[in-house]
Structures are given as C-alpha cells and as structure tokens.
C-alpha cells in the first residue's frame, strides 16, 4: 500500500462503515477536491427534536487514510447529538484507527472538516444556533473559504479566484475571475451554490464567471 498503515486502517479500506449517499438528507458537504488528491463527501439524517444523529453516510476519493477516516467519523458521530459530534477532533479520529502515518494525518483532519460543515449545513437550513445570524457578505467571505480552487490546491479566497462579492435583500452574486467555459467552471460553480443556498435567509445565488 505504499507506507506502513496499521491493521485497523487496513480493515476499514477495505471493508468501510456506512459508505454510501442518503435521499433528501438533512445535512450535507464536500469537503476537498479530486482535483487535489483527496475528497470527502457526507450525508446527516438528524432527529429535530433531539438533534441527534440518526443516520450518516461518506462517499470518499483518495487513498486508503482518506477512506478510513471517512469511515471512522461516521461510526464515531452517529447516535451523538450535533452538539457532541462538533466536539470531535481529528486527534480522536486518529486515535480510534490506532493511528496514521504523518504524512496521512490530513485525512483525519479532512473528516472531520467534512462532518462539521455538514452539521453546519443542517443549522444552516434550520436557522438555528450561530447560522441564524444574517447573511452578509463577510459571511459569504467565510463560506467561500471551504470551496477549493482545484487547480491551486487551496480555497477560492486565498487563490484569489473569487473576484467580488455581492450581498442584497436575500440574494448572492459571486463573481469569479475565470472563464465560463474553463474545464472547473461547473464544478466551482456548483460547490459555491452548495455552500450558499441552505442559509435560512438567503433566496437566490448567482455565479457569475467575468474571466481571469
């Protein structure tokens, strides 16, 4: 497999928990890029009154580490409350596979990443806890923080890519500085649409592409 994984980590390659899409779910996110080497998508069903978890499902691209971990968090947050699954680090996630190589403790980070911005997008569409507060365009700012540029390797912000912000009576333009017909306009496209549209206040987002 290229480096040395414990027989924990190779079990869960090989055999992962909960791997898999659900239907209308509550909560969702994507967190990392294809592009970049290492991706992972996960899904929340969570009980409204009791805000606890009651079903959770990945789908990962990347290496052996990625997909574990994926599978690792899963098990770990399901049954918690949201409340309880926040507080869960990527040191723990390590710990429970009994550890990962350093070069590979980036995938516990990324899984981690991936559940709390799916609680967050359960908030986000329940308008409840911090996420009820209003939609302005630093926190449009901050969401576009967690959509990658997958040509750089980091998020739109810090590349530079997003060339403005618009932020009026319910409605989201971004304007970003590439061309429409680029080969990762869709794909930028709709990840900034995902990162935006759950907010409880926000009605319409517009991506538009005025060139590089």
């Keep these: 497999m290229g480096m040395s994984y414990n027989e924990k980590v190779i079990e869960y390659f090989k055999n992962p928990k909960n791997v898999g899409t659900l239907e209308e779910p509550d909560g969702y996110a994507k967190e990392g890029s294809p592009a970049c080497g290492d991706m992972v998508s996960l899904y929340l069903k969570v009980d409204d009154e009791t805000r606890e978890i009651t079903d959770i499902k990945f789908e990962s691209y990347g290496c052996a580490s990625n997909i574990a971990t994926g599978s690792i968090i899963t098990e770990m947050a399901k049954g918690k409350t949201i409340e309880e699954a926040k507080e869960i680090t990527w040191q723990e996630a390590a710990e429970e596979l009994g550890g ?113």
């Excluded at 359960?122 to 365009?137: C, H, S, V």
Aim: one cysteine or more.
């Design 100 to 212: 990962l190589p350093d070069l590979k403790t980036h995938c516990s980070v990324l899984a981690v990443d991936a559940l709390r911005e799916a609680i967050r997008n359960y908030e986000e569409r329940q308008g409840i806890g911090e996420e009820k507060r209003e939609t302005t365009q630093e926190v449009v700012e901050e969401r576009l923080t967690h959509v990658m540029n997958p040509m750089k390797g980091r998020d739109v912000m810090k590349t530079g890519l997003i060339d403005s912000v618009e932020v009026e009576d319910g409605s989201i333009t971004v304007n970003v500085a590439l061309e429409s017909d680029h080969q990762f306009a869709s794909a930028i496209k709709e990840d900034i649409e995902e990162k935006l549209e759950p907010r409880w206040d926000v009605e319409k987002v517009v991506v538009r592409f005025v060139g590089g």
